[in-house]
């Protein structure tokens, strides 16, 4: 299995036209029983470009061949943003947590807690007509690509913590347990979503 990692901002700088490049994302389908799975088909059609050129994130398009024509595999969205608890949240975890937590990060002037890290704000796998016959590369295999992209940003940047967040639905949660993730059990975030977290040192 070959796959190849390239930057979309790359694209966006090359002598390809923003046409040709959305007609690239737009190969890419996001199928499946879950309501957020619409989202992230979305963000890649209609907000990655925005995104790269306001400096919001970085997503990178997975590559593969399949009979001798190249097709996304997946995709994956990084952005550099500090995870924020509401002091009003923070007080209802666990002392175990908290004690575990206040290691990581610091108090803001507002009273709540913020620990310095990224997000992982989109993951994808293609569902496309080629894509699924290929079968080129699992969620796990996205996941272990965004994986070494983060490794690289936390040898020159530091950090503490890497999170998502997803649907509260079995099988994804499930998926980010299986992938070293820990769940902040009883926290909702904004988007209304489940919070998981994973050490930056452990990816």
Do not use: W
Request: hydrophobic content about 35%; glycine content about 8%.
């Amino acid at each position: 299995m070959g796959l190849q990692i390239v930057p979309l901002l790359n694209l966006i700088k090359s002598d390809s036209t923003e046409e040709e490049i959305n007609i690239l994302l737009f190969s890419f389908e996001c199928k499946s029983v879950l309501s957020g799975a619409s989202d992230v088909e979305d963000f890649l059609r209609t907000k990655a470009i925005q995104f790269e050129k306001m400096d919001l994130s970085r997503t990178y398009l997975v590559f593969s061949k399949y009979k001798g024509k190249s097709f996304i595999v997946g995709y994956f969205s990084i952005s550099n943003k500090p995870l924020v608890i509401p002091k009003r949240q923070f007080k209802t975890f666990s002392g175990t947590l908290k004690k575990s937590l206040l290691g990581l990060g610091h108090k803001t002037e507002q009273d709540n807690y913020e620990i310095k890290g990224y997000l992982i704000g989109q993951l994808g796998k293609n569902y496309s007509e080629t894509a699924t016959k290929a079968k080129q590369a699992s969620g796990k295999d996205i996941l272990e690509l965004a994986y070494g992209k983060l490794r690289e940003v936390y040898a020159i940047a530091g950090g503490r913590i890497l999170f998502v967040e997803c649907e509260d639905h079995p099988k994804l949660k499930k998926f980010y347990e299986q992938n070293g993730f820990r769940e902040l059990e009883d926290y909702i975030t904004p988007n209304d979503l489940c919070l998981f977290v994973k050490m930056l040192k452990d990816i």
